[in-house]
């Protein structure tokens, strides 16, 4: 008998609930994606659990560089929250643009920057009940929009989208 002549069988496992730490609800007019278990996880690996939420990822009112703050004393932590803050997006793209920003300062991540990152968790904890909704479309177009500023990024002056 060869390798390749091998028969495999498939298994019917049901309907789908969870995939990658993805948890799937069925509704009456399609699925709704969520990772709320997975949010939870990294709320509490962050020490926020008792803390208060916020009602939005980023701080409106100061833009992240990579000259403000003290070297953070664990950027191996920060590296890791931030990842699996990366992770989370497939289900709460509203967070997108925050992870972007700390993700620009994982090679050297100042205690500004680890604050940026605990606000967006303090954030998720308020809306770990988001998530995605798929629903059948007739559509065959796929829209999308975009933002940019005007040599926005304090560090290169470069424009940011």
Same mark, same amino acid.
């Given at each position: 008998?060869?390798?390749?002549?091998?028969?495999?069988?498939?298994?019917?496992?049901?309907?789908?609930?969870?995939?990658?730490? !993805? +948890?799937?609800?069925?509704?009456?007019?399609?699925?709704?994606?969520?990772?709320?278990?997975? /949010?939870?996880?990294? $709320?509490? &690996?962050?020490?926020?659990?008792?803390?208060?939420?916020?009602?939005?990822?980023?701080?409106?009112?100061?833009?992240?560089?990579?000259?403000?703050?003290?070297?953070?004393?664990?950027?191996?932590?920060?590296?890791?929250?931030?990842?699996?803050?990366?992770?989370?997006?497939?289900?709460?793209?509203?967070?997108?643009?925050? !992870? +972007?920003?700390?993700?620009?300062?994982?090679?050297?991540?100042?205690?500004?920057?680890?604050? /940026?990152?605990?606000? $967006?968790? &303090?954030?998720?904890?308020?809306?770990?009940?988001?998530?995605?909704?798929?629903?059948?479309?007739?559509?065959?177009?796929?829209?999308?929009?975009?933002?940019?500023?005007?040599?926005?990024?304090?560090?290169?002056?470069?424009?940011?989208?």
């Amino acid at each position: 008998m060869s390798l390749f002549s091998r028969e495999f069988a498939m298994k019917d496992l049901g309907l789908l609930h969870s995939f990658l730490g !993805i +948890q799937v609800t069925r509704q009456a007019t399609g699925l709704f994606l969520d990772q709320r278990a997975y /949010a939870k996880d990294i $709320i509490e &690996r962050a020490g926020l659990s008792s803390c208060n939420m916020v009602h939005t990822p980023v701080d409106t009112q100061r833009k992240l560089n990579s000259q403000t703050g003290d070297p953070y004393h664990n950027p191996t932590e920060y590296r890791s929250l931030v990842g699996a803050l990366q992770y989370l997006t497939f289900t709460k793209p509203d967070i997108s643009y925050a !992870i +972007q920003q700390v993700c620009l300062h994982m090679h050297a991540p100042t205690n500004i920057h680890m604050i /940026a990152v605990k606000r $967006i968790i &303090r954030y998720i904890q308020g809306t770990s009940h988001f998530g995605l909704f798929i629903s059948k479309s007739t559509a065959h177009n796929l829209v999308s929009y975009t933002d940019a500023d005007w040599a926005g990024c304090p560090d290169t002056q470069r424009s940011t989208c």
